[in-house]
């Protein structure tokens, strides 16, 4: 795929544009509650898109800086949202099936199927595709890792998640709204392993992040709140995920997108918003852009109330995809080895 081609479905770009955000992201989560700190991360992940394709970067979480890895700019290495291993691999998912074909986005249709993507140390891509019973799945938007190394990806799959017609929300009454569905991953195959039911039609669930005590994802949708929150506005909301059933709890609402993430040991979500400021900047213009600036934003966010802290704030060289972005685990660092004393012998 092209650079050009990395764009979120249309539903999605239609729920991004209104909240004023441009696009340039196991049992182990069961105890959901669990208060659990860590020390800060300091090194993030992004993917930066050029005419070449694209290319992984590092970011430096203190501030804001990108490093471009040594691997060649590869369109293979275009990830629509990233995670990062305990080992400290990291991973991509790609490839949007979100329409049929003759719907009103066929431009999509021609995305191919879902690719999990595996970068090497300087940033190599090498992918392989993701299936159910050896059949290639239909869409994937987001992956994640947990503490303990097990895959969960956000996907569609025509055959085992159950899809409806002519849903009561969709863009268009022509159109098949499809469901998106949490998936295992069997990483040295690709093959998928489905957790519980399919979400909500046209109700996407974008980004994923497995945290110590729980698993989050952002729910876009132009209806009111679950929850009950007024007013009934255009809202971003988040969700808990149950990792052994699948099932969302709606939590805080938030007016932007974002690429976020956790390390796995803690319950802190560390969040980029990439962001256009325009002539007359929005309530949530970041602090310190001057109008006309795109930018990109790192900083925390509560899932619980939707709150966005900002940290740092950055010119975007080139184009992001808006879910891209992962933090990588902190490097261990090995127990002090007690000096022995020595034993003399006469």
Not at 210 to 216: D, L
Not at 253 to 281: H, K, N, Q, R, W
Not at 306 to 315: D, K, L, M, R
Request: charged share 10%; aromatic share 6%.
């Amino acid at each position: 795929m092209t650079a050009k081609r990395i764009v979120l479905p249309i539903l999605v770009a239609a729920l991004v544009a209104a909240a004023f955000v441009l696009p340039f992201g196991s049992s182990s989560n069961s105890n959901a509650n669990a208060v659990v700190t860590t020390a800060a991360p300091t090194l993030g992940y992004t993917i930066i898109a050029n005419d070449a394709g694209c290319d992984l970067n590092t970011i430096d979480l203190a501030t804001g800086a990108l490093t471009d890895l040594p691997a060649p700019s590869s369109e293979a290495a275009c990830a629509n949202d990233l995670a990062v291993a305990p080992d400290g691999t990291v991973y991509g998912i790609a490839g949007f099936g979100f329409f049929a074909v003759g719907s009103v986005g066929p431009a999509a249709d021609s995305l191919g199927n879902p690719q999990l993507i595996t970068f090497s140390a300087n940033g190599t891509p090498s992918g392989q595709t993701l299936a159910v019973g050896g059949t290639p799945i239909d869409g994937g938007t987001s992956i994640a890792v947990d503490a303990a190394g097990t895959m969960y990806v956000i996907a569609i799959n025509e055959t085992t998640c159950d899809a409806g017609l002519n849903g009561p929300k969709s863009i268009d009454p022509s159109d098949t709204t499809a469901y998106n569905c949490l998936f295992t991953v069997n990483i040295a195959t690709g093959e998928l392993t489905q957790v519980g039911d399919g979400f909500s039609p046209n109700y996407p669930v974008l980004g994923l992040a497995s945290c110590a005590s729980k698993m989050w994802a952002q729910t876009p949708g132009l209806m009111a709140p679950l929850n009950g929150n007024e007013p009934a506005t255009i809202g971003l909301p988040w969700a808990s995920i149950d990792p052994t059933t699948g099932v969302p709890t709606e939590a805080g609402i938030s007016t932007e997108l974002f690429g976020f993430d956790c390390l796995a040991t803690g319950d802190t979500i560390y969040a980029m918003s990439t962001v256009f400021v325009g002539p007359a900047p929005p309530s949530f213009e970041p602090k310190g852009a001057a109008p006309g600036q795109v930018v990109f934003v790192l900083g925390t966010v509560d899932p619980s109330t939707g709150v966005f802290t900002e940290s740092i704030i950055s010119n975007v060289p080139t184009t992001m995809p808006v879910l891209a972005f992962a933090v990588a685990p902190l490097p261990v660092v090995p127990d002090p080895v007690a000096p022995v004393t020595p034993i003399f012998t006469h």
